[in-house]
């Protein structure tokens, strides 16, 4: 299993980004997926979670409105559009999935939100 974001990077309050979460090693299409978040010195967070079929999505109160999580199953990839940046979202971005009980996550992706 393999995990590789892409899509960080510098953005002043207010802007947009969209990460990118490839997939590959596993039958991508029959895992739920999500996205998580950390920041320094505080504990690694969800910020939204996509059923596999992508018919479900779940976010916490701090994106609600702000991100979408979004998935290509033919292109097993999994996407988070991020708008309306506020610099209380510079974090490292973690794609995870749990696959067959076992959970997997990306290399992370620095994402920084300048005010």
């Known amino acids: 299993v393999q995990l590789v974001e892409s899509g960080g990077g510098l953005v002043q309050a207010g802007g947009s980004l969209r990460l990118s979460c490839a997939a590959s090693?596993?039958?991508?299409?029959?895992?739920?997926m999500s996205w998580y978040r950390q920041a320094p010195g505080k504990e690694r967070e969800l910020v939204a979670r996509?059923?596999?079929?992508?018919?479900?999505?779940t976010y916490p109160d701090s994106v609600k409105g702000r991100f979408t999580i979004s998935r290509d199953n033919a292109e097993n990839t999994v996407y988070l559009q991020m708008n309306s940046l506020k610099p209380e979202d510079t974090a490292v971005y973690y794609c995870r999935g749990v696959v067959r009980s076992r959970q997997y996550w990306g290399q992370g992706i620095q994402v920084t939100v300048s005010s």
């Open positions: 090693g596993f039958t991508f299409s029959s895992y739920a």
């Open positions: 996509i059923t596999s079929a992508g018919s479900s999505t």
